[in-house]
């Protein structure tokens, strides 16, 4: 097993979930199998009981682990399944060990950070490397392990000390470190400064890891001067220094680290030269350039109370432009807080409450996604109500979903007092109910958690044809709370079709209001399934529904891709089509500005 590790330095929020999954891209594209581990220095278990705000969104896996978004950018960008244990925390590692020492396996003797700590982070790391993610029997040839934080935390030194232990364990050949440092320019001076990169490889060198690469973060690439310059400093050859500057998306992460030649840096370090192939880039390439190139814009509004900050929502972003990708679309997300749209906003802050609303009202699709507890739930049941009244797609996740019902019962069914327990536990019309078998004195693990088999009742709905026509998917789910099954007959006596259950028939999984061009609601999350050539079925959905071609997608005789090479949907195949691109179009409330993922706010 060979080992790649990449660490961070001089501050946080450098990239380096993304530098990690290019890496892994750019070996596998080197015919290489490559697996991933996120390292987290924090105390808790897992990211389940995190708030959006401190960590970004909870990123979920097949077995119902609850891990760090980086592990989202591993699987859309690598295309493989993690379990998991391929996110270490320093809870995981510490109750690892407290469960050994409260068996005896440690014979009496002192339980240290070193040993005992170091060794259990090394184990964990050989054992979870040769777990396959990629559907084949047998291990990876390379493990990519990211360290999150940053050189000189310490909450990070057992884990640093580990990895100096890991290095001389393995052996050179099998271990190649690269660092991921910032080449700031400041504005009064104009010049790329090195500084800040040498004392955070110092403190490396520090701490017993050298090396073998320093991948620079800059706005622009670096100078011949400050590459030499780094290279005397730093110890690190002059043609092992690349440079990772500002794209206009991160799919061209991966092709600047091919062109800067990192592939033969990295081989060269694990001694596998001749043994791989020059790297076959040319569909990600492709697709990179046509992200770039895309003019015709759909704006989609999500609707959330967590919309200052991007990060809360990452799957779901990236799910809409995968999307929107493979319709040729240039995706504009309008964020809205539910909050503002409110009647109280109105009097509290009017304007806002006003520019709100006309967010709302522009944009050509409406998704709600995800969330826990009460604020803002008012303003995401208006948005709702918005969309159903006039046919705008909408796309409800999982809470999304729950407040399309309780929307439909208070409005449709008038049921006024509808609500969810989540709520209001004392309400007479519950609509949405606590899962009889969640934790109410738990709050970590205790959701319906991971993949779990959705049944489609009827053939001819939207979601069954977009999944094509398949009899089952399998999606994954995080909730407590799930629509009332009592109250599942009135609700299809007036209008509303739950086209998706469970094995038991009980709970419901997918609704469609049939009457509506596209009015979808799901208990899963189809978003941490979808990939950058394998868009999901539903966000497929939405994105056309919102272009005005849905109905081509779902009559297409056949299920070709929109991209130059073959594409299918990530739960069966896609049928899209190729749409021409249109001008560039003037959006009445302003320009919209790229973020470097590919999408517009």
């Known amino acids: 097993m060979k080992y790649v590790v990449v660490t961070g330095g001089v501050v946080s929020g450098l990239g380096k979930g993304v530098t990690a999954s290019s890496i892994g891209v750019l070996l596998k594209a080197c015919c290489m199998r490559v697996t991933t581990i996120k390292?987290?220095?924090?105390?808790?278990?897992?990211?389940?009981?995190?708030?959006?705000?401190?960590?970004?969104?909870?990123?979920?896996?097949?077995?119902?682990?609850?891990?760090?978004?980086?592990?989202?950018?591993y699987e859309r960008f690598l295309d493989i399944k993690l379990t998991r244990d391929n996110n270490i925390t320093t809870g995981k590692i510490y109750q690892f060990v407290f469960d050994k020492e409260r068996k005896g396996d440690y014979l009496g003797k002192t339980v240290q950070v070193v040993p005992h700590i170091t060794d259990a982070i090394q184990e964990w790391i050989e054992r979870v490397a040769q777990i396959p993610t990629d559907g084949k029997e047998g291990p990876a040839d390379v493990c990519v392990i990211e360290l999150g934080g940053t050189i000189g935390d310490i909450e990070s030194m057992p884990f640093i000390e580990a990895l100096s232990q890991f290095s001389y364990r393995v052996g050179p050949g099998n271990f190649c470190l690269v660092h991921v440092s910032l080449v700031p320019v400041l504005n009064v001076v104009g010049e790329q400064k090195t500084k800040p990169t040498q004392h955070s490889v110092r403190g490396l060198r520090g701490l017993g890891l050298s090396p073998n690469i320093l991948a620079c973060r800059s706005a622009l690439p670096l100078d011949e001067n400050v590459k030499e310059k780094l290279s005397q400093f730093c110890h690190v050859q002059k043609s092992n220094i690349v440079t990772l500057y500002d794209v206009p998306n991160i799919w061209h992460i991966p092709l600047l680290l091919r062109d800067q030649k990192a592939h033969i840096a990295i081989l060269r370090a694990l001694n596998l030269q001749g043994v791989t192939r020059e790297p076959m880039l040319e569909e990600w390439t492709s697709m990179a350039k046509t992200c770039d190139t895309l003019r015709d814009p759909v704006r989609i509004a999500i609707v959330g109370k967590y919309t200052g900050l991007s990060d809360a929502y990452l799957s779901v972003v990236k799910a809409l432009l995968h999307a929107s990708v493979?319709?040729?679309?240039?995706?504009?997300?309008?964020?809205?807080s539910s909050?503002?749209?409110?009647d109280s906003a109105a009097e509290e802050a009017p304007y806002v409450h006003k520019a709100a609303w006309n967010l709302l009202k522009g944009a050509a699709g409406v998704l709600i996604p995800g969330g826990f507890g009460d604020r803002g739930i008012q303003g995401k049941i208006l948005a709702a109500k918005y969309a159903r009244e006039n046919n705008i797609p909408f796309l409800g996740i999982c809470l999304g979903m729950q407040v399309a019902v309780i929307e439909f019962a208070r409005n449709v069914m008038n049921l006024q007092d509808a609500n969810s327990m989540e709520f209001d536990s004392n309400?007479?019309?519950p609509c949405v109910i606590f899962m009889p078998e969640g934790s109410k004195t738990h709050m970590g693990g205790t959701m319906r958690l991971g993949s779990r088999r959705t049944y489609f009742q009827l053939k001819d709905s939207k979601s069954a044809k977009l999944y094509g026509n398949m009899k089952y998917v399998d999606e994954r789910h995080r909730h407590r709370y799930e629509v009332n099954p009592d109250l599942v007959m009135k609700l299809e006596r007036s209008g509303l079709a739950f086209v998706g259950k469970d094995?038991?028939?009980?709970?419901?999984?997918?609704?469609?209001?049939?009457?509506?061009?596209?009015?979808?609601?799901?208990?899963f999350h189809p978003e941490f399934k979808s990939r950058p050539r394998k868009p999901s079925a539903l966000f497929l959905g939405l994105i056309a529904a919102s272009c005005g071609q849905l109905d081509v997608l779902l009559k297409a005789p056949g299920r070709d891709n929109l991209l130059p090479t073959k594409m299918v949907t990530s739960n069966g195949p896609s049928v899209a089509k190729v749409y021409t691109n249109g001008h560039t179009k003037h959006l009445s409330n302003g320009p919209y500005y790229a973020n470097g993922n590919g999408v517009h706010a």
């Open 427 to 429: 309400t007479k019309n």
């Open 339 to 342: 909050m503002d749209l409110e």
């Open 503 to 523: 094995e038991s028939g009980r709970r419901m999984e997918i609704l469609e209001l049939p009457s509506h061009p596209y009015y979808v609601g799901v208990q």
């Open 39 to 73: 390292i987290d220095p924090y105390l808790n278990t897992d990211a389940g009981t995190m708030s959006p705000f401190e960590h970004g969104e909870v990123f979920v896996l097949d077995d119902g682990g609850e891990v760090d978004l980086d592990l989202g950018n």
């Open 326 to 336: 493979a319709c040729r679309k240039k995706l504009v997300i309008d964020w809205v």
